[in-house]
T-cell receptor, first 112, second 114 residues
Framework: QKEVEQNSGPLSVPEGAIASLNCTYS??????FFWYRQYSGKSPELIMS????GDKEDGRFTAQLNKASQYVSLLIRDSQPSDSATYLC????????????FGQGTELSVKP | NAGVTQTPKFQVLKTGQSMTLQCAQD?????MYWYRQDPGMGLRLIYY???????DKGEVPNGYNVSRLNKREFSLRLESAAPSQTSVYFC?????????????FGDGTRLSIL
């Protein structure tokens, strides 16, 4: 089992819809979770971090964490064409000395 | 505000050649990392340095060596380049382990091995 897994894409949603991106992780001791956005040909940029169970909202983005189910998700409300990018889930794996391990990424396409 | 600076941005090598990728950060971060990114594979950790003077292997260390020259600089060396090492390489830095701050990335080095 991979340490961090994301649902395979590409994910296509119409403009204005909610995009839902999912991620599961294997280390029950993990405490820190991040979502990065990566535009084609660019470096990843942090868009959300979450450390506690529940929801964390920042503008149109909501991160959701369920440690019991080892599941973290990212919701993008009112999706815009400018949200089209690859979204990377990343988890700090403490049983490996605190390394940040990335999922394979989900490509999101928002159609006008 | 330079952040994380990687050099070079692009490089083409022949199989068997060696080269060093340079990375420097000006944010006074303790930890530095080297990742490679291949299509459909996300980011895979090659080596990391939790603090000055220490280095550890990541997920895919074979064929690479690293040097943490000082707190600011962390270099990645390919001793004998192979076509399988064609990839985009990202350097990152963070204070992870101290305050859970996430990583800041450089712009990447696009490396092709012929």
């Amino acid at each position: 089992q991979k340490e961090v897994e994301q649902n395979s894409g590409p994910l296509s949603v119409p403009e204005g819809a909610i995009a839902s991106l999912n991620c599961t992780y294997s280390d029950r001791g993990s405490q820190s979770f991040f979502w990065y956005r990566q535009y084609s040909g660019k470096s990843p940029e942090l868009i959300m971090s979450i450390y506690s169970n529940g929801d964390k909202e920042d503008g149109r983005f909501t991160a959701q964490l369920n440690k019991a189910s080892q599941y973290v998700s990212l919701l993008i409300r009112d999706s815009q064409p400018s949200d089209s990018a690859t979204y990377l889930c990343a988890v700090v794996i403490y049983n490996q000395g605190g390394k940040l391990i990335f999922g394979q990424g989900t490509e999101l396409s928002v159609k006008p | 505000n330079a952040g994380v600076t990687q050099t070079p941005k692009f490089q083409v090598l022949k199989t068997g050649q060696s080269m060093t990728l340079q990375c420097a950060q000006d944010m006074n971060h303790n930890s530095m990392y080297w990742y490679r990114q291949d299509p459909g594979m996300g980011l895979r950790l090659i080596y990391y340095s939790a603090s000055e003077g220490t280095t550890d292997k990541g997920e895919v260390p074979n064929g690479y060596n690293v040097s943490r020259l000082n707190k600011r600089e962390f270099s990645l060396r390919l001793e004998s380049a192979a076509p399988s090492q064609t990839s985009v390489y990202f350097c990152a830095s963070s204070t992870l382990g101290v305050s859970n701050q996430p990583q800041h990335f450089g712009d990447g080095t696009r490396l092709s091995i012929l």
